[in-house]
């Protein structure tokens, strides 16, 4: 099994969620977050007074798969929240060693 983290502008996530529906994905987790990378914020004037955004808004998408299908993922994910602007995101696959159901306490894929 494989968790996938991805870090995305927050405009793309109905249709980044519509992409992976279509993948058979059944279900993600989503957070909002702030962050900053090459970008190194943004700046911004409000009531003509110019001021830097150190952290520019992005949200979180957490999801656990199958192997077989996290290569398809991952390209699904690129292709969805891809603008060509910078701060597109980042994605990153870990390898999960167990997962439990809570309500019914099935193991491993099961559990997905």
Not at 32 to 58: C, D, H, L
Not at 77 to 96: C, Y
Request: hydrophobic share 45%; charged share 25%; with cysteine.
């Amino acid at each position: 099994m494989k968790l996938i983290l991805a870090i995305i502008k927050p405009y793309k996530l109905d249709e980044v969620r519509e992409a992976l529906t279509a993948l058979g994905i059944t279900g993600m987790t989503v957070t909002e977050a702030k962050g900053f990378g090459r970008q190194k914020g943004q700046t911004e004037i409000y009531r003509g007074a110019e001021y830097a955004a150190n952290m520019v808004p992005k949200v979180r998408i957490e999801l656990v798969c199958d192997d077989g299908i996290a290569p398809r993922v991952v390209e699904t994910l690129q292709q969805s929240a891809a603008t060509g602007a910078i701060g597109d995101g980042k994605i990153f696959v870990l390898d999960v060693g167990q997962a439990v159901r809570i309500r019914t306490g099935e193991t491993g894929e099961a559990a997905l």
